[in-house]
């Protein structure tokens, strides 16, 4: 049985450099460190990503389309032990039987006959800790449990059979209460969006469905205290078009760019719409209460060419995702926004998780180099409340993704903690684990792990605790 894709040159980025997959799941504890692994920085750093196994057409091979795998370094009193592992997805397990892909991909039309359904369910996007359960997301399907620190997978969950709706990849967990929030979108309606509140036992308790002018890519959200903030972007599915073999998304500035707040708890139809500049956001970084006033702060930029939408062939390299943030008054249902730095371009942000849907001060995000093309080549930590930024940035040659805060056992300080990710150095073609302590982000690493191979780019991160991990059911 071949277990990865085995080609030699081939002929598509995706494929090729620190884009191409791996072809082995190793672990090792044996590792050279420089400078010294913090002795309380106690849980697994996890990175998802795509990792193709079968191909179906190497130069129709979209990013999005690899099956997910993880890599891991589980902390532990001072020593760290890199690990990386498939998630074994049904869609995997059917195509290592059938040994071939069996399904096309992003970059061809749906095959509406596929047997198999039309999209696999290829579980690589990101993962949610919740409940005591590590869920490893794809915002088609359901999501698929895994256990940590071994990685090894349990299977897709429904919610006991109580999920009706795609689960989106960036679900929030409040740490307050407990809850995770989450929602999904899909191409018929007349509800193109549908979001559900899971309780902290991990029972699915409220789904409700959310009327929208136009079935729309929506990737992420945000939570406040009271509230569930939904993002009502210009990415629309034209149905007609996937009928007739055409590509399914389209840039549609005209469709409007709006922002929705929905009581947490409350029915679909008392989401409150505010209208905004035209825009697209793929990520955001948190939202909190304010007043009378919902925030929102979000890596935005001026259009997207996600997927191939089309409608926005003239690429401005100006345009990039960056700090922003909206006010919404839900007393008056005026919205105003500005740019919280107008210069950096960055995305993949992500806060102490501990914070998330009330008022942070801190983000760290993957920073945009000055030549966009070029990759994330560092970390910014923004402070938001003073209004300033923290850059630290990787070496020559050496490029990252979405960094995490582990945030220190007992902290009572929202940055007393720790900032990792991977690196790769295109220098010598290896990787790195670098860990930044929070609160001193400017001095650099404490500690560069050196990895037995390379962190193929891939998405998102996570930091599951040792607490965690031990309650894991
Ligand atoms: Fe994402």
Redesign the pocket.
Known sequence: MVRVLDVENPNNEYLSGNFGPVAKEVSSSQMEVVGKIPAELSGAFLRIGPNPVYVEDIEKYHWFDGDGMIHEVHFENGNATYRNKFVETKGLALEAEHGEALWKGLNSPPDLMNEHGLFKNAAN??VAFHANKLLALWEGGNPTEVRVPDLSTIGETDFDGKLMHPFT??PKVDAHTGEMITFGYNMMGPDFCHVSVVNKEGELVKTVGIKLPKPVMM??CAITENYTVLLDMPVTFDLADVMNGGQPLNWDPDNGTRIGILPRHGEGDEVKWFDVETGFV??TVNAYEDGDEVVLDACRSDKTNVVGADGNTESDPGDMPRMHQWRMNMKTGEATERSLDPVCGSE?PRINDNYIGRRARYSYNARIGEVPSGGFNGIVKYDLENETAEHFLYGDNKFGGEPIFAPRAGATEEDDGWVIGFVYDANNDSGECVVLDAANFSDGPVARIKLPQRVPYG??AGWVPQAGIDAQS
Request: charge should be negative; charged fraction near 10%; glycine fraction near 0%.
């Open positions: 996007t990101a990849a960036h990737h992420d793929f990520h993949f998405f998102h």
